[in-house]
Every structure is written in C-alpha cells, then in structure tokens.
C-alpha cells in the first residue's frame, strides 16, 4: 500500500490551538495586538483568547459549540484529540515538523491549548470571551472588531461546505471588522489548494476588499505557507 494522502477528520475536529502558534499562523506580533479588539472565529478549543487576555489584549471568541457544557466541551476535545493524535503518527509524511519536531510534541501543544481554553471557558460565566455563534450569520455589530482571525475551518473543510458559504463567511468575517480579516490554512484536508480560493479571491477583489495571499512563517500542512488577508 502507498502512503497515505489525506488526513481524515469526521464532521468538524473540535480542537485548538496555541496562542504561539496563532502568531507563527497569522504572521502576528503580539504587541501590536495592544489597544486592538480581536475577534478568533471560529475559535474551538484554542487557547489564543485566554492567553491574549492575559497579555491585556481585548479578545473574543466565536464558535458553534460554545452553547455546550465545559464537561461535553472537555469530552468531544478530548476524543478528537486522539483521533488526531492517533493519526499524526500513521500520516506524518503528510506533514512538515519543523515547528513541532514530533507527533508527540504536537500532541502535547493540542493538549495544552485544550486545558488553557477549558479552564478560561470554565470561568466565562457571563459569555462575554466565547460567544456561541456560526457562520456565515455573527451576533456582533458592525465594526465590532479591529483584526479578525480564521483559523483552519474556511477553505480547509472545503469539501463539506460549498462556494456560497465560504463567500457569505468572508463577507461576514469583513462586516464585523474594522481593519482586517487574515483567513488561514488555504488549503483542504488533501493539502491541495482549496477549490473555492481563487472564486473567492475574486470575489472579495470585486467587491473592493483589495485580497492578498501572504507568506507566514509556519508550516504543518505540507504546502500551507499562506493566509488570505483582506481588508474591510
């Protein structure tokens, strides 16, 4: 048997991230986040929120399981973490390591992401860090937010949600924020680049969005070098 060519993921992973690696993602410096209101959306079990708080940056996050439970948040975080976990190893030519040296290390960052989060959602009694939401339809305001970040949802399931959708997402992520909106990975759960970038590039350059493809200085994903940035 050849190796493996895809990285398999049922419905959505419900799994986060770091906020070290949201700055190698987005190619951020974190003190020029000072004084910004961010928005992470769709935001999981990332950690990026609760640790940007404690930096003393106003963050907020945006995701459809945040009308769940810290104990049902901790179970689903959990099982997809081993899924993928358990995949890292069997897969890895599928994957460029050197951020993480080793499926092991990564697992330990998706570990760490995930207990950050749930100990922050766990003290958010008031949901005002992590807002229940999905897109393409936000509960925020016009211009709510300076910088808006997507991570590893838009264009990366790609397959499951079609050319309108990503194009009503981006036109929402761009209604809510003042700035900026950086979309990150560009590509499907294949590593090929995904089937609705170029139609949706040309639609935000047709509507006045002025899109580009920016190199970041990080790469999983074998191939994922690039973010989508495009201002409102």
């Given at each position: 048997?050849?190796?493996?060519?895809?990285?398999?993921?049922?419905?959505?992973?419900?799994?986060?991230?770091?906020?070290e690696e949201y700055v190698a993602m987005f190619d951020l410096?974190?003190?020029?986040?000072?004084?910004?209101?961010?928005?992470?959306?769709?935001?999981?079990?990332?950690?990026?929120?609760?640790?940007?708080?404690?930096?003393?940056?106003?963050?907020?996050?945006?995701?459809?399981?945040?009308?769940?439970?810290?104990?049902?948040?901790?179970?689903?975080?959990?099982?997809?973490?081993?899924?993928?976990?358990?995949?890292?190893?069997?897969?890895?030519?599928?994957?460029?390591?050197?951020?993480?040296?080793?499926?092991?290390?990564?697992?330990?960052?998706?570990?760490?992401?995930?207990?950050?989060?749930?100990?922050?959602?766990?003290?958010?009694?008031a949901g005002e860090r992590y807002v229940a939401a999905a897109?393409?339809?936000?509960?925020?305001?016009?211009?709510?937010?300076?910088?808006?970040?997507?991570?590893?949802?838009?264009?990366?399931?790609?397959?499951?949600?079609?050319?309108?959708?990503?194009?009503?997402?981006?036109?929402?992520?761009?209604?809510?924020?003042?700035?900026?909106?950086?979309?990150?990975?560009?590509?499907?759960?294949?590593?090929?680049?995904?089937?609705?970038?170029?139609?949706?590039?040309?639609?935000?350059?047709?509507?006045?969005?002025?899109?580009?493809?920016?190199?970041?200085?990080?790469?999983?994903?074998?191939?994922?070098?690039?973010?989508?940035?495009?201002?409102?």
């Amino acid at each position: 048997m050849g190796e493996p060519t895809t990285f398999e993921v049922t419905d959505c992973a419900v799994i986060g991230r770091t906020f070290e690696e949201y700055v190698a993602m987005f190619d951020l410096e974190p003190t020029e986040l000072e004084g910004r209101r961010v928005l992470d959306c769709p935001s999981g079990v990332a950690s990026f929120v609760a640790t940007a708080t404690e930096r003393g940056i106003d963050a907020v996050g945006a995701d459809v399981v945040y009308d769940r439970s810290v104990t049902e948040l901790e179970r689903r975080c959990r099982e997809d973490r081993e899924s993928v976990g358990e995949q890292l190893s069997e897969k890895r030519a599928l994957f460029e390591w050197s951020f993480y040296g080793s499926p092991a290390e990564r697992r330990r960052y998706l570990r760490r992401a995930a207990d950050r989060f749930l100990e922050d959602y766990a003290s958010d009694g008031a949901g005002e860090r992590y807002v229940a939401a999905a897109l393409p339809s936000l509960p925020f305001d016009r211009d709510s937010f300076s910088l808006v970040l997507s991570s590893h949802f838009l264009f990366l399931y790609g397959d499951r949600f079609g050319e309108a959708f990503h194009r009503e997402s981006l036109r929402e992520l761009a209604r809510v924020a003042t700035d900026e909106v950086r979309v990150y990975p560009l590509q499907g759960l294949d590593a090929e680049p995904s089937v609705h970038l170029e139609s949706a590039v040309s639609m935000l350059a047709d509507e006045g969005y002025e899109p580009t493809l920016e190199t970041v200085p990080f790469e999983f994903q074998s191939g994922s070098t690039e973010m989508l940035v495009y201002s409102p």
